[in-house]
């Protein structure tokens, strides 16, 4: 099966190379939605949002691998299909696809409360839109990163630019603004490693 992957950040991308075609839109749902319509323009036969999610379970912990059945996008509901998500893992629960990150304790809680999604990204909606307009099968492969019971740091909230890489001078002025949020982001890169190594298995394995 020719699998086309939609990223965040680039370096996801680099992560998902050895499985299929891949293309990253800049960390936001319009710039998924634009990548994952490339992949279909190239004749992939399924799509997969693959990268870094935010936790909203709180059992779930930095590098916990989620392969949702289901991503809801406010009151749509998309499943996931099973045979292009047995390759990832065994699939469990629901992944809500968010307009925005999702940044502060208070409103993970809420949202988990609330929808009972395990964990929130911000390309998954906009991959299973795609998937739905053109009927392709679709599954989604993320690693946790932001656990629930943290508070994401200003500057990461920052970081990232629309080409999905990093942009260091917004990140260090946060930083030279709001000193205090260092032990915060170094904790973040900590799980962003273990996250990452999480994928990186996933590739292997599959």
Not at 36 to 52: H, I, M, R, T
Not at 64 to 82: G, K, L
Not at 183 to 193: F, M, N, Q, T, Y
């Amino acid at each position: 099966m020719n699998l086309g992957f939609v990223t965040g950040l680039t370096a996801e991308a680099r992560l998902a190379r050895p499985l299929g075609l891949v293309c990253a839109g800049g960390g936001l749902p319009d710039g998924a939605e634009a990548a994952a319509e490339w992949l279909v323009e190239q004749n992939v036969d399924a799509l997969v949002s693959f990268g870094l999610a935010g936790g909203l379970d709180p059992a779930l912990r930095p590098g916990d691998v989620v392969v949702p059945e289901t991503v809801r996008e406010q009151d749509h509901v998309y499943a996931t299909d099973p045979r292009v998500s047995a390759r990832f893992g065994r699939r469990g629960g629901t992944l809500l696809a968010g307009a925005a990150v999702v940044a502060d304790v208070e409103e993970k809680a809420r949202l988990f409360s609330r929808t009972g999604a395990v964990a929130v990204d911000l390309e998954s909606g906009a991959v299973a839109r795609v998937a739905a307009r053109h009927g392709l099968p679709f599954a989604v492969l993320r690693a946790v990163c932001d656990p629930a019971h943290r508070t994401m740091p200003p500057a990461a909230l920052v970081a990232l630019n629309g080409s999905g890489a990093i942009g260091l001078l917004r990140f260090l002025a946060s930083v030279a603004r709001q000193f205090g949020q260092v032990p915060g982001l170094i904790a973040l890169g900590r799980d962003a490693v273990a996250a990452r190594a999480a994928l990186q298995r996933c590739v292997l394995a599959g």
